[in-house]
């Protein structure tokens, strides 16, 4: 049979690829940004959601970025209304770079279904963009320029929050230390100095700290008033004296 080469061949439809984000999450908390500058602490419509980010409540590219917010656990929607969410809250207020906005970045990237399977998957290193976008494929069933595109969102999330290194291996989030508790010698100085400056309540005079460099990098600290008078020196004088000849010193 002869077919009619006029007659144009349909184009074979890509299928439809799950659910899964297609931008970073450091972009979505960008977006999301702009929301909450303008409803803080209220709900807020979907019509209000397009005003806050400048475009179209009805266009596809609305309705793709709202799943992409909802998808990283950034808005939450109930009851014909949405508001931000409390872990874009503590993203958003987290000092940057500290172990707090690492372990919440961490929490909005396993988030979407996808992302949580590829992190069970790849527990210890992450493989390059290409490798992620073949798994998307074969395992999750995208299409290939939907599996790109969610591939480097996922891998560029982590990367973006310090949660990988360059060659794609998970770095652990570590608490900040904490201050360490002083020693007992830095108690007892402390304890010292505590008053040091306080003036005297007869005299109005303060005080001041002298150290004494000694042998063997030894000191000796005074603590004498600023109104120190000859006849105060001789008797520290006479103390120190009396105190030689107790230790047998000449």
Avoid at 29 to 45: D, L, M, T, W
């Amino acid at each position: 049979m002869m077919t009619d080469p006029t007659i144009a061949t349909p184009r074979k439809k890509k299928p439809n690829s799950p659910k899964a984000p297609g931008t970073s999450l450091r972009s979505a908390v960008a977006e999301v940004s702009k929301i909450y500058q303008r409803y803080s602490h209220g709900s807020f419509s979907r019509g209000e959601m397009a005003s806050a980010l400048v475009m179209s409540a009805n266009s596809g590219a609305f309705l793709g970025k709202a799943a992409t917010l909802k998808e990283y656990g950034l808005v939450t929607e109930g009851g014909g209304s949405a508001q931000v969410s409390d872990l874009f809250k503590a993203i958003y207020q987290a000092p940057g770079g500290s172990a707090e906005l690492k372990r919440n970045a961490l929490e909005a990237v396993r988030t979407p279904a996808v992302f949580a399977r590829l992190l069970q998957q790849f527990s210890t290193k992450i493989p390059d963009n290409e490798a992620l976008a073949l798994r998307l494929e074969t395992k999750e069933r995208f299409n290939r320029d939907r599996a790109l595109a969610v591939a480097s969102a996922f891998r560029t999330s982590l990367a973006e929050y310090g949660l990988i290194d360059a060659n794609g291996n998970l770095l652990p989030v570590r608490d900040e230390p904490a201050d360490e508790a002083p020693s007992d010698e830095q108690a007892n100085d402390d304890d010292d100095d505590g008053n040091i400056d306080e003036p005297n309540p007869k005299t109005g005079a303060g005080n001041q700290r002298l150290e004494v460099s000694l042998s063997d990098g030894r000191k000796a600290v005074l603590i004498v008033p600023n109104d120190l008078t000859k006849a105060d020196t001789k008797k520290i004088s006479a103390i120190l004296s009396a105190l030689s000849a107790d230790y047998g010193i000449d």
